[in-house]
Structures are given as C-alpha cells and as structure tokens.
C-alpha cells in the first residue's frame, strides 16, 4: 500500500536540494554524489516483509516480493535479496520544507520507498553499502528527481554511514526520497543489480489517496 498526506517529513539541517533538474526529471543518478549528500528520508515503520520468492531476473514484482541480483561495492562483489516494502508520499507544501527555494518544488511531492536489502554471499560490505543508489522512484512511469541533503532519522531508514561488517545473510533497509508530480497516482520503485540495467527489478505502488 502507498501510505499519503501525513505530516511525515522530519527536516534536518541543511534543507535537502534536487540532484536531478526538475525540468527534465530523469537519467541515472550519481552513486557518489548521492552517498556524500547523507540523504533524508523518513515515514513510519516500514511493514514485515512477505516471504515471497521470486526468480532471479528483472521485471515486475508485487510489494513485498523479493529479487536477487549481483552488485559489486568496494569490498566485494555482493549477492543481494532485495524486496521495496513500501512507500510513502508526502504534501507539497511538506516538499516545499526540503528545498532551500520553495518555487523549486511547485507542483511537486516527495516519494520516500523503504527497500530491505540481505547480504545473500559474496563476501562482507566492510562500510558505506552503495547497493541502495540503484534505487530509483518514478511518478506515473515518469522518473523522479532524486532528493538529497538531510539526515536518514526516520522510522525504519537505516544511513548507510552507520552501516559496517555487513555480512552474509544480515539485512538493512535503505531509503530513497524522490520528487514526483503531486497527484501522481502510483509510484513505481526499480532497482537494478549487475548486468539488469535493461531489466530492472519494478515494485508498483497504487495511490489510494
């Protein structure tokens, strides 16, 4: 379920800047950019994972069903369960709050997913996982604009600074923020492990509000 306009967002200093150009919200996001920003994204807890297998390929998976894929990170070349467990969709005049000039997010929400990643073998991340900059989140089909720039304090997101010796078979939930149209109606999150770029993993989430 896609949980909507509740006063979730918690801002952390500095306000949050779009890493992406609003005017044309799309392309593949900077993986060191986004982990330098510390990026913020908060909700409430995140909901059990549903004990769902899947096959290891890209393609559409239903909330809580899970995909497996390779990604290299710098200690070693790490095999990933991942599963988006949900998302969570904010105001605009919340958006407004994030951004240091408010006109930058006219006619904008933020989009926060939740997505739990295991460490399935392959060796042990030893710190700062990049495994969560292949998410990304789209409105309506359309790719979002990645927010970066506040603290990851909310319920259920873990800040990949504080992440270490992750190994084999332990999990950590990584949370994306991404601008989207307000009145979107479902939020997709995809997330693409070695060699999936084309095919990546796709979690749709409906707009119940």
Excluded at 9 to 30: E, H, I, W, Y
Excluded at 101 to 117: E, I, Q, R, S
Excluded at 132 to 157: F, S
């Amino acid at each position: 379920m896609l949980h909507t306009k509740t006063a979730w967002l918690r801002v952390a200093a500095p306000v949050a800047v779009l890493a992406l150009a609003l005017t044309a919200c799309g392309g593949k996001k900077d993986g060191s950019a986004t982990q330098d920003g510390r990026k913020s994204n908060a909700g409430a807890d995140a909901p059990k994972t549903e004990k769902t297998s899947a096959p290891a390929v890209g393609g559409e998976r239903k909330p809580g069903q899970t995909g497996t894929g390779r990604f290299k990170e710098e200690s070693a070349n790490i095999t990933y369960e991942v599963v988006a467990q949900k998302v969570h969709v904010g105001t605009e005049a919340e958006a407004k709050k994030l951004v240091s000039d408010p006109k930058d997010a006219k006619g904008l929400v933020a989009a926060t997913a939740w997505v739990k990643f295991t460490n399935k073998g392959g060796g042990v991340v030893k710190d700062m996982p990049k495994v969560g900059n292949e998410t990304e989140l789209y409105g309506d089909g359309r790719p979002g604009a990645l927010l970066i720039g506040a603290a990851e304090d909310g319920p259920g997101c873990e800040d990949t600074i504080d992440i270490e010796n992750w190994k084999a078979g332990q999990s950590h939930t990584i949370c994306q923020t991404y601008m989207v149209p307000k009145g979107t109606k479902s939020v997709e999150v995809h997330w693409a492990g070695e060699g999936q770029s084309d095919s990546p993993f796709v979690w749709k989430f409906n707009n119940a509000g």
